[in-house]
């Protein structure tokens, strides 16, 4: 079984800047893709960023150039920095990793953390 911690969600005005993380622990786990999702009030979750084990990543349309999506595997995190957030933003914030036990791939997701940006 493998847990998600994540951080670093808060108020944040027009144009700041907010950095999320998202540790994983666990025991006999190997993490081969990372990623974070968020929902908007009233909508349905959607994909924000997406990075794999050999490096490639994806980003939604609506935060490329703004967001930057990493990863440090020796510490098994995953973080996103947010920069030049907008009120269309304001979401909960959830990591999701698909990770390796036994051979067999299994995906989970953080608790969320919460990212309004409001004046």
């Known amino acids: 079984q493998v847990q998600l911690a994540e951080s670093g969600g808060g108020l944040v005005q027009p144009g700041g800047s907010l950095r999320l993380s998202c540790a994983a622990s666990g025991s006999d786990f190997s993490i081969i893709d990372m990623g974070w999702f968020r929902q908007p009030p009233g909508k349905q979750r959607e994909m924000v960023a997406w990075l794999t084990d050999i490096g490639d990543i994806n980003y939604a349309d609506s935060v490329k150039g703004r967001f930057t999506i990493s990863r440090d595997n020796g510490k098994n995190t995953v973080y996103l920095q947010m920069n030049n957030l907008k009120p269309d933003d304001t979401a909960v914030y959830y990591c999701?990793?698909?990770?390796?036990?036994?051979?067999?791939?299994?995906?989970?997701w953080g608790q969320g953390t919460q990212v309004t940006v409001s004046s």
């Open positions: 999701n990793v698909v990770a390796v036990e036994n051979r067999r791939a299994t995906t989970y």
